[in-house]
């Protein structure tokens, strides 16, 4: 059982409302009852890791999901708000603004 989880990864719970689009308008509001935004670090064992990237198709987007993609069900680890991806500029800025915070304070 322990080997079919495959691993695990760090993840918030949705809070936010989402919605499903076409064409820029809502068509409708997608439920968020257990919906999890992924976070990292994720952590897998390096063998079932590379395997699984290598068999990667386009549906993959994060390491889980190539996991996943293997019949795996990864480990859930609830994470934290402030362990956010750098990905877009605002991202850089948020980040900044949160150091110049701890740095404050020390």
């Known amino acids: 059982m322990c080997r079919r989880r495959g691993g695990g990864l760090l993840a918030l719970p949705v809070a936010d ?8 308008r809502v068509v409708a509001t997608v439920d968020r009852c257990g ?21 990667a198709g386009d549906g993959v987007t994060d390491e889980a999901s190539a996991v996943e993609a293997l019949g795996h069900h990864p480990k859930l680890v609830r994470g934290d708000f402030e362990n956010f991806k750098l990905t877009w500029p605002g991202d850089f800025a948020l980040a900044q603004r949160l150091l ?3 740095e404050a304070s020390a």
């Open 35 to 55: 919906k999890w935004a992924a976070q990292t670090p994720q952590m897998f064992r390096w063998g079932l890791l590379a395997g699984a990237l290598a068999h």
């Open 17 to 24: 409302t989402l919605k499903d689009e076409q064409d820029g």
């Open 100 to 102: 110049s915070t701890l």
